[in-house]
């Protein structure tokens, strides 16, 4: 996580950081531009911090222990890792952490960001009651030949969007910076959406 924000705040490749093969002075760059970037989001009364249990831990475990950091957002990359997911009842414990996700959120007045990964349709494995419990749900599955670009264009659908007009769009994200971008920027040719899409709630 740290490379990838170091990527993104020093306009680095994040995967010549991974395999430290920065040079000298674009390591001292880097990491000067990643100090700055530190200073000015503590100014701002932001922080980052990372949590990586070494156990099996459940989602009330998760939010025991982040309650500590007193949190504005929680993110959690995945939620199929969390115990209890695993087996043939598994789409259920995903829905049902869905929705102690939302009850925890509003009763703590926090964003809690739970991540899942897609099925090749671009559909939520295994778990369509987490967008039913959700207060806003975005997926995206980029193509590997939007990947293979510098500026790749994703699709994102939204499923759920809870007092708001639920309609999908695009957006480019350069790869190797790991950066969200304008998707005019993903190809030359490109002047705003390049394919009418379908909304993933009417799939």
Request: proline letters at 2%.
């Amino acid at each position: 996580m740290t490379s990838r924000i170091i990527a993104n705040v020093a306009d680095f490749d994040v995967t010549r950081i991974l395999q430290r093969k920065l040079a000298t002075g674009e390591k001292d760059l880097a990491f000067k531009r990643y100090a700055r970037w530190v200073k000015r989001t503590k100014a701002k009364g932001g922080r980052l911090t990372v949590h990586k249990p070494d156990e099996d831990v459940s989602i009330e475990d998760v939010f025991s222990a982040v309650s500590t950091f007193e949190c504005d957002v929680c993110i959690i990359d995945y939620v199929s890792l969390l115990s209890g997911t695993d087996g043939d009842d598994g789409w259920q414990k995903l829905g049902a952490i869905s929705r102690v996700g939302k009850i925890n959120a509003e009763k703590t007045h926090r964003v809690n960001v739970l991540l899942a990964q897609l099925s090749d349709e671009g559909k939520i494995r295994y778990a369509r009651a987490m967008t039913e419990h959700s207060t806003n749900s975005w997926t995206w599955s980029a193509s590997l030949e939007e990947r293979e670009k510098e500026v790749g264009r994703i699709k994102i659908g939204q499923p759920k969007a809870r007092n708001s007009k639920s309609f999908p769009f695009e957006q480019g994200f350069h790869w190797s910076r790991m950066k969200m971008v304008d998707v005019e920027q993903s190809s030359a040719d490109v002047g705003g959406i390049a394919t009418p899409m379908k909304n993933l709630a009417d799939v």
